[in-house]
């Protein structure tokens, strides 16, 4: 009896041992994974330039190692791997999808190549996957899909091919898509529409074609990001109800038809509006006052006629406007008042509506601009007046543009006092007088052209001060005299027109 229960003692004791380090055994043998895992990751690397994976060896845990972040609930498990701008190359393991604990993949700005893998697709707790700025090849992995738990999907700038792929619309929660700076072909899928978290479309600068799915507007895209593709059509009237748009970016496609003229109201926290170079039509959208935050408007390039949008100057973030290469003018021909209004916007930086059809006299408020002004261009046009004097007053201009206008009177004495001013054309109009000897101030200037008006006296000897000076073009005037040796001998001088003028005297060697 008493070895009976000397013995029923001893086994329970060893089944009590059993189930007590059974988590043990089990916890070991998941962590000897995540390692063997984490090693096999480090021996496809052929290249560490910065020594960042030095680290990875038995002097330390591994979830000590650079980049490696492990679970506090699940001890010892691998839930990010981090490893941004550390110059690595070579191809990303496919023993990564053993990492089922995994949260995080952050690989960006490295120089990883050869395929994404498609045991990715195994990690069913992922919820960011960052690959951005590397060299992957091949088509974007539709096994993918099975992570449910993705929200962040960013595959921007590697050389991946293939369409996009419609299996996207499995990631429920996806909240943001990044696939710009690859080379992928065909249409957007429309199913995309059924990502109704999605705020974030990023496709730019592929070869994408066909027209925008009217499906995008069951989204909450509030970041559009389409430039550089082939894409045609109108943009669909859906769209114009997500209303949290903050950057609508389409440019350079082939999208065709008018623009709501209610945009600004449609998109109230519109930051970014950028459609040029495309073959919209019809009126600019009159109601752009409305979206508040705007800070840029870029829609050169198109079709648009009628005036330019009334009220600008209510956009008080406004840092940049360009709507050159279209087709803007008025009936009343006072189609320069918007300038009136843009003074307001103390924030701007670049102006710019060249090659339009704008008539009227050069207001002088544009003086009244913000100092932050660097660039305004306004050339080849009909517009008519003088040049204001006060214009020196915006002295961070670095490019200055009336050429190919009606403008009238001389060149304003102190212009010389726009002392960063780097690019000045003052061509093809009817200005008169001298060729002001204070421009020899502007010691950063690179280009000068007053070719083509009706400009006497001679060249100042002061432009040899110019030492930046690489296009010095004077053609079609009616100066004389003779030609300073010293500015014929800068050296930075790369061409010198000077025809069709009554100077004298032998050139200068």
């Known amino acids: ?68 972040h492990c679970s506090h609930r699940h001890v010892h498990r691998v839930t990010t791997l981090n490893l941004v701008s550390y110059g690595l190359v070579g191809s990303l393991s496919p023993h990564i999808g053993n990492l089922t604990f995994l949260r995080r993949i952050v690989l960006q700005n490295n120089n990883f190549h050869d395929k994404v893998p498609s045991e990715i697709g195994g990690l069913f707790h992922l919820r960011v996957l960052v690959l951005s700025n590397n060299s992957f090849e091949g088509k974007i992995p539709t096994n993918l899909t099975y992570c449910s738990e993705l929200r962040k999907h960013n595959l921007i700038d590697n050389k991946l091919e293939g369409k996009i792929p419609e299996e996207l619309v499995s990631l429920s929660k996806l909240k943001a898509l990044g696939l710009t700076e690859n080379s992928l072909t065909g249409k957007i899928p429309a199913s995309l529409g059924n990502l109704s978290s999605l705020t974030l479309l990023s496709a730019g600068e592929n070869n994408l074609e066909g027209s925008i799915p009217e499906e995008l507007g069951r989204t909450s895209i509030d970041w559009m990001f389409l430039v550089f593709n082939r894409l045609t059509g109108t943009i669909p009237s859906s769209l114009y109800n997500l209303s949290n748009m903050r ?24 930051r970014q509006l950028v459609l040029p170079e495309n073959r919209f039509t019809g009126l600019a959208p009159i109601s752009l006052s409305n979206a508040s935050t705007l800070e840029y408007i870029f829609l050169h390039n198109d079709s648009f006629t009628g005036p330019v949008p009334p009220n600008l100057g209510r956009l008080l973030n406004l840092g940049a406007i360009t709507m050159s290469l279209n087709q803007l003018s008025s009936s009343n021909g006072d189609d320069l008042s918007f300038i009136n209004s843009l003074a307001n916007c103390t924030r701007l930086q670049q102006m710019s509506f060249h090659i339009n059809f704008l008539k009227g006299p050069l207001v002088s408020t544009i003086a009244n601009f913000s100092t932050k002004l660097s660039r305004i261009n306004l050339g ?10 006060r214009i020196e007053k915006l002295v961070n ?26 690019q000045l054309r003052l061509l093809g109009n009817r200005l008169t007088g001298r060729i002001p000897s204070s421009l020899g101030n502007l010691t950063l200037l690179n280009i000068l052209d007053l070719s083509s008006n009706n400009l006497m006296g001679d060249i100042p000897s002061s432009l040899a001060a110019c030492q930046n000076l690489l296009e010095l073009t004077l053609t079609n005037n009616n100066l004389n005299g003779s030609i300073p040796t010293d500015v014929m001998g800068l050296s930075s001088l790369v061409t010198l027109p000077l025809g069709n003028n009554s100077f004298t005297g032998s050139l200068p060697f």
């Open 397 to 422: 201009l670095t490019y200055l543009s009336l050429g190919m206008n009606h403008l009238t009177g001389s060149i304003p004495s102190n212009i010389g006092n726009l002392y960063k001013i780097q």
């Open 1 to 68: 009896m008493k070895a009976f229960a000397s013995s029923f003692l001893l086994y329970t004791v060893v089944l009590l041992c059993f189930h007590l380090w059974r988590p043990v055994i089990a916890t070991s043998m998941q962590n000897e994974t995540d390692r063997l895992v984490l090693i096999a990751f480090k021996d496809e690397i052929t290249h560490d330039p910065l020594g960042m994976l030095s680290s990875w060896n038995d002097s330390l845990h591994f979830c000590r190692w650079s980049g490696v």
């Open 380 to 389: 080849s046009n009909q517009i008519q007046g003088t040049i204001p004097s």
């Open 247 to 270: 950057c609508f970016l389409l440019g350079a496609n082939q999208g065709e038809g008018s623009l709501s003229q209610y945009m600004g109201v449609a998109f109230p926290h519109l």
